[in-house]
């Protein structure tokens, strides 16, 4: 039983203010029973624009062909797929708080696990645009799927890392998904409980799925969440591993490391704790949820970046080493002319890389910073340049120049429609987070009903030992015993 | 699927810690409690009641090895016997290389399958309309509803529940199914439809 759960008297609250259990449903529910504010109107159109500007930027590179992007003879993955990457990465952290964190039964997850789980679908369904958009003739992209046809029939490669891709990011979209809806039902019914409106009545109603709260069900749903924590913790890790497949399993230098799985699995957690930063930093403010998402969250969430930056900055440190110290010319040649050397074509996108993502981390092992919001937020950002940075250095500093010196191509800039789409899918992302934000309940209420008598301020403070001794009898007695 | 008018007698409580001695004395005395709602999982609450456990974990490891089974069996098909590939020269039979898609699938299926599962077992689905007995069981209250039979004094229930600390008590017929409707419609069960 969730109240006699013994929590020790050192740690920090998790619930700040004087709470009680309709406090929480109050103070989680009552934005999505008002007007937006003018704030969520100027984000939510901003949003709107973009994703209008990236589908026009998608609706050209798919009339005019490929030839709409800067691709070119050897750089045949740009933009696009550093995109796609970047975007998988931002996803993962959600997944870690929503499963990992879960099975290491770790409380401060409850405060941000919502959010960021949306986070995780969202970025996914940006990632998944950019690999269908780069097949070009878009209209065949069923092709990726083991379906009879009439060409034999001819059945897809199983034993291509492209196709592993195709069933990795479908599976970790679906499962997400799943999770998501399914922790999100109870909350729901809170909604269509307290709903004023006949027409938010019905809605949540439908979405409620007719929820009703029963002891039996919460038993099963306690079940469903541990088992779909337990299958989305190896679920995560391998859904970055197998996009690390992609270059790891090919013989260009520069890609063909072994390294690559684990170095990409820490980096996407790191990327996406810093975009969850980002966006935690900013609702906890406009949505006054400062009592739910505290500075120590933020705290433990600096920890994660400060782990998975240092995870990161060795195996930056590894794979140069080995390229050294395995004396393959053309693999050195790649990491100290195309990336280490400043004054190659590229080289200050390395440093950049090195700079976000090693040297900028190290600021949050004193805990002043680390508790500080303008610099977390500052930090976030900078994390997430340095992320994208790391992708785009790996894909095209190690295609730009290829075997053959005379196909070495000329210097790569995106064209206008490269830099759409990609923030077509910022527009993308944050229309549905804006929608997330106003429609859904943007912390898990349930699960912090569940901790609030452990962790919340007030009844943190009121726990005297006297008391901690009776809840402990209470607990043998009462629960122990009952079965 | 209508499961007939009951006659409840429900009370409501603002504290599981009132709540569990409530449950173990209603449990004592004899009396059938239909179920306890609460507003998030109250850990042994279900042990109280003397449910038993779940096993829609053993559901999720059936529909897990169903998935492992399809991937594997499938891949093998293809790449041995319905269209052997040459793919550089490398064997047909290429397990490790199926190794992530087998994975995947083990994944796939074994999540979509027990949400699925567990939703048929609780009736949860959009358009299901459910009889609450108190609409702050969602927010902060635990209601604990008693099934009476002809043999019980709900009189003497009632006194019973606010002895053992409940807040509000009161006595309700109510559909104990699930009928199709909307909850902004004032329920319309299936017995009251023409041919039922």
Not at chain 1, 130 to 151: D, K
Not at chain 1, 427 to 456: H, N, Q
């Amino acid at each position: 039983m969730s109240l006699l759960k013994y929590e020790s008297q050192i740690r920090e609250p998790l619930v700040g203010g004087n709470k009680d259990y309709h406090q929480v449903t109050e103070d989680i529910i009552s934005p999505i029973e008002t007007k937006p504010t003018r704030l969520w109107y100027i984000g939510f159109y901003i949003s709107v624009a973009l994703l209008l500007f990236g589908a026009y930027s998608v609706y050209r590179e798919v009339t005019y062909g490929i030839g709409q992007w800067n691709l070119n003879k050897t750089i045949g993955w740009g933009w696009d797929i550093t995109n796609f990457v970047w975007w998988v990465g931002i996803g993962h952290a959600g997944t870690l708080i929503s499963a990992i964190l879960l099975l290491f039964r770790q409380g401060w997850r409850t405060g941000v696990n919502r959010a960021a789980e949306a986070m995780t679908i969202f970025a996914v369904m940006c990632a998944g645009q950019f690999p269908i958009w780069h097949m070009g003739r878009v209209w065949m992209a069923f092709f990726v799927l083991p379906y009879p046809n009439s060409r034999g029939p001819l059945w897809v490669n199983f034993n291509s890392p492209l196709l592993w891709d195709v069933f990795a990011i479908s599976t970790y979209f679906t499962v997400s998904l799943l999770f998501w809806y399914s922790g999100l039902i109870p909350d729901l019914a809170t909604v269509r409980d307290r709903a004023k409106t006949k027409l938010r009545k019905m809605l949540y109603g439908v979405a409620a799925f007719g929820w009703t709260g029963s002891t039996k069900h919460w038993q099963r749903h306690e079940s469903l969440s541990l088992v779909l924590a337990g299958l989305s913790t190896p679920l995560v890790l391998s859904v970055h591993t197998i996009v690390s497949f992609d270059f790891a399993t090919s013989v260009v230098p520069g890609w063909h490391t072994t390294i690559f799985p684990p170095y990409f699995v820490a980096g996407a957690i790191f990327s996406g704790f810093a975009m969850v930063q980002t966006l935690l930093i900013v609702v906890r403010k406009v949505m006054n949820l400062e009592d739910y998402i505290t500075i120590g969250h933020i705290e433990a969430m600096n920890k994660v970046i400060v782990l998975t930056g240092s995870i990161v900055g060795c195996a930056y440190l590894t794979e140069l080493f080995i390229a050294w110290y395995g004396q393959n010319p053309y693999e050195w040649y790649a990491f100290s002319q195309n990336r280490a050397n400043i004054f190659s074509p590229y080289g200050w996108s390395y440093w950049l890389m090195m700079f976000c993502n090693v040297i900028s981390p190290q600021l949050f092992w004193s805990s002043k910073l680390r508790r500080n919001i303008t610099v977390t937020f500052f930090m976030s950002i900078v994390v997430n340049i340095g992320m994208w940075y790391e992708r785009f250095v790996i894909i095209v500093t190690s295609i730009y120049r290829d075997f053959l010196p005379s196909s070495w191509s000329t210097y790569y800039t995106p064209t206008i429609w490269e830099i759409g789409f990609y923030l077509g899918t910022f527009g993308l992302f944050f229309t549905c987070f804006f929608l997330f934000a106003k429609y859904f309940p943007v912390i898990a209420v349930a699960e912090i009903k569940s901790i609030l008598k452990t962790s919340g301020e007030n009844y943190k403070a009121k726990m005297t030992d006297i008391e901690k001794a009776d809840a402990e009898k209470f607990y043998v007695e009462e629960v122990e015993h009952a079965h | 699927m209508a499961g007939g008018i009951k006659k409840f007698v429900v009370g409501c409580f603002d504290d599981e810690k009132v709540l569990f001695p409530a449950v173990k004395q209603v449990r004592k005395a004899g009396y059938k409690i239909h179920d306890v709602y609460t507003p998030f999982p109250v850990h042994g609450l279900d042990h109280a009641m003397g449910l038993r456990e779940t096993s829609l974990h053993t559901a999720g490891f059936i529909y897990a090895i169903t998935g492992t089974t399809t991937a594997l069996s499938f891949m093998s098909w293809v790449f041995t016997k319905d269209w052997p590939l040459n793919i550089g020269g490398k064997p047909h039979f290429a397990l490790p290389a199926w190794i992530p898609i087998t994975f995947e699938l083990t994944v796939l299926f074994s999540a979509v399958g027990m949400v699925l599962t567990f939703c048929y077992l609780c009736q949860l689905s959009p358009f299901v309309k459910k009889h609450h007995f108190h609409a702050r069981a969602t927010d902060d209250l635990f209601v604990m509803a008693i099934e009476c039979t002809d043999k019980t004094n709900d009189a003497e229930l009632q006194q019973f529940l606010e002895k053992n600390g409940a807040k509000e008590i009161n006595v309700q017929h109510a559909e104990t199914g699930w009928w199709i409707g909307r909850y902004d419609r004032e329920q319309k069960l299936y017995r009251e439809e023409k041919g039922y």
